[in-house]
């Protein structure tokens, strides 16, 4: 009845918008110059149709690729240890850019890819032999300077910690990459490269970087810069910005063939994102408010190598014809001097096993099986003189443990059927391979209805856990490089070098409206009043709260605090109420989309590879709270189409 309620509400509110969007429309157009970029990939691994539609039916002038993240750089460092040529994803160079080449070269789109992971140079010249076959020739450019490696023992001599625990650098590091910025791709389109293949650089460089090119926007244009950040923000998750995961998934049509982002873009740095005609998806308000506050931590302070950034401002205004909307109001500030690196170092191995089991008390059989099997596997450990497991795992998905005391079901009897996920690390291999060969024998030894083991033997992997750490841009040379021999050094964008003319005021971090939040006697779920969105940063969580209608921001402000926020995932966060000054869960608020920020610290169980969890990347927190009742309001609902 809620939802009735504000689709009603929604059209109510559309009249009131249509002065406004008119507006910004007339603003957009005022320059003819406009850029168009399309993102065909939000992560290694994303689908394979997504390039082939953004070039013949996106109408792009770019197409970025984001395949990144710090999971992906553990998985290509351990993949350049076993084959030295390998280390960087090739879906881009057989699956994306290789069918659609002749095309690509043909309407004289460029392309801009983080692909080249750890190993650059190889992921450019296997992409070179590739569009080769198919008679075409591209001038490539390859960006570097952002391994780190070869500095260790200057990174040793400065007394590096980490950022988030103070722990100092590990000896045993596989990777160290710091995170580049938009120059060196802007520049190496400067210098006629069709296509630009990166290391480790920031996710929104994809976008800014052809958009500083395309504009000639400077270092200071600090503003244009977070523009730019801004739409690179928007476009780097692919299918996220339209319509994937969102909130309310049964509005959005055709998941099969949904669109994926394009930003058009102006010279003021004013854009609008839209899907290409006749795909799938939905992009309004909510599908794009959702992924700004994706992976977001202080959003007046949004720190990038080449700007800081607030959005805290940012405003959106859907467009008439639908599946478009204008973004304006970012602002930006002058960047640091560092850059930050993230190095992975190994700290020992893990397996994960998954079986299932059906049939009355389905999850208490499952843990004592689970607990059985471990308790075997030790006493084995015990007589080969291999010390106990460091750490262990244990969970019945579909039994709702992941929700801690939320769970609706109780254990004994509210399931019949569940998947057990035990997953243990362990300092030693040979180890593993015990725990390993002991799985199966529980499906005639153990309890009954054990039927199935997903993915069969589980298989032992080392763990790449994440240190991360700021390192002076001044000790690192970011290389722009082509297959002729021609390089540059590109210097990074210089910190404190605002123009006058250029200085902006911070936005203040927290707004009281003066509204008087009156008690009532209703009750609503979380989801009822605001989308979700949840997302991760190494062992961090954040979950964006967007409010469906203004009024409601008031009530959202008194009634979620982070106090409630912290006590609803207790169970999940490991430090203890404070750690070296911080609390556990931060609010930020983001007045121009009526959001709110939780920044949810040590939340992940070590986050990514290091992490035992299933949900190793908090995918699943906006949705654990959308059940969450806020207590005590009035029918805000009801009073909201009164406005």
């Known amino acids: 009845a809620c939802v009735r309620s504000l689709a009603r509400l929604e059209v109510m509110f559309r009249s009131r918008l249509i002065a406004s969007r008119s507006r910004l429309a007339s603003l957009f157009s005022t320059n003819s110059a406009r850029v168009r970029i399309g993102c065909a990939s939000g992560f290694w691994g994303d689908t394979s149709v997504s390039t082939h539609q953004l070039v013949y039916h996106g109408d792009v002038d770019f197409i970025v690729s984001d395949y990144l993240s710090e999971i992906t750089m553990s998985l290509l460092t351990a993949a350049r240890n076993k084959q030295p040529n390998m280390g960087y994803c090739s879906d881009f160079v057989h699956q994306a850019i290789g069918p659609v080449a002749s095309e690509i070269k043909k309407r004289g789109i460029r392309v801009v890819s983080n692909a080249g992971g750890i190993n650059p140079h190889d992921c450019a010249k296997a992409l070179n032999d590739a569009v080769l076959k198919t008679g075409v020739t591209f001038n490539i450019a390859v960006v570097t300077g952002d391994d780190l490696m070869a500095q260790k023992s200057t990174v040793d001599s400065l007394g590096i910690v980490d950022m988030e625990d103070g722990q100092p650098l590990p000896d045993k590091l596989q990777s160290m990459n710091a995170y580049l910025g938009a120059g060196p791709i802007a520049r190496a389109l400067d210098l006629g490269a069709e296509v630009v293949v990166t290391g480790r650089c920031v996710d929104s460089a994809l976008a800014l970087g052809p958009l500083m090119h395309s504009f000639g926007w400077k270092h200071n244009d600090y503003d244009l810069l977070a523009a730019g950040s801004l739409a690179g923000h928007l476009l780097e998750c692919g299918a996220q910005s339209t319509g994937g995961i969102f909130t309310d998934w049964d509005t959005v049509p055709q998941w099969e063939n949904i669109g994926f982002p394009v930003v058009e873009c102006d010279s003021t740095g004013h854009f609008v994102l839209m899907k290409p005609k006749g795909t799938g998806g939905l992009v309004n308000k909510g599908t794009v408010a959702e992924q700004l506050v994706y992976e977001l931590g202080d959003p007046a302070a949004y720190h990038l190598p080449d700007v800081c950034c607030d959005f805290t401002g940012v405003q959106l205004a859907e467009l008439s014809g639908g599946n478009a909307v204008s973004v304006s109001g970012a602002r930006g500030f002058p960047p640091s001097d560092s850059y930050k690196v993230s190095a992975t170092y190994l700290d020992c191995y893990k397996a994960v096993s998954v ?234 608020e983001l007045t121009g989309i009526n959001a709110f920020n939780f920044v949810l610290r040590r939340a992940l169980g070590g986050g990514g590879i290091a992490s035992l969890r299933p949900d190793p990347q908090g995918k699943g927190y906006g949705q654990m709270i959308a059940d969450l009742q806020l207590h005590n309001l009035p029918d805000i609902v009801v009073l909201a189409g009164d406005l």
């Open 355 to 588: 079986f299932t089991l059906s049939g009355p008390r389905a999850a208490e059989k499952g843990h004592k099986t689970a607990q059985s099997i471990l308790s075997r596997v030790r006493s084995i450990f015990k007589f080969a003189g291999f010390e106990d497991f460091t750490r262990v795992h244990i969970q019945a998905i579909g039994a709702e443990e992941s929700y801690g005391p939320h769970a609706k079901q109780s254990l004994q009897l509210g399931q019949r059927e569940v998947a057990m996920w035990l997953a243990v690390e362990h300092p030693r291999r040979e180890a593993l391979d015990i725990f390993r060969r002991e799985i199966a024998p529980a499906g005639t030894g153990m309890a009954p209805g054990i039927w199935g083991g997903l993915g069969g033997r589980p298989k032992s992997s080392p763990v790449l856990k994440l240190f991360s750490f700021l390192y002076p841009k001044s000790k690192v040379q970011a290389m722009v490089g082509f297959a002729n021999g021609n390089n540059e050094v590109v210097a990074p964008t210089p910190a404190l070098a605002m123009d006058n003319d250029k200085a902006v005021t911070p936005r203040p971090r927290g707004i009281d409206d003066g509204i008087d939040v009156k008690p009532g006697s209703h009750s609503f779920k979380l989801s009822d009043l605001a989308y979700l969105r949840s997302g991760d940063k190494g062992n961090t969580a954040n979950i964006g709260v967007i409010a469906r209608h203004p009024s409601f921001v008031p009530y959202l402000r008194k009634h979620l605090t982070a106090e409630m926020v912290e006590n609803y995932f207790e169970h999940l966060l490991d430090l203890p109420h404070c750690y070296r000054g911080a609390a556990r869960v931060a609010r930020y």
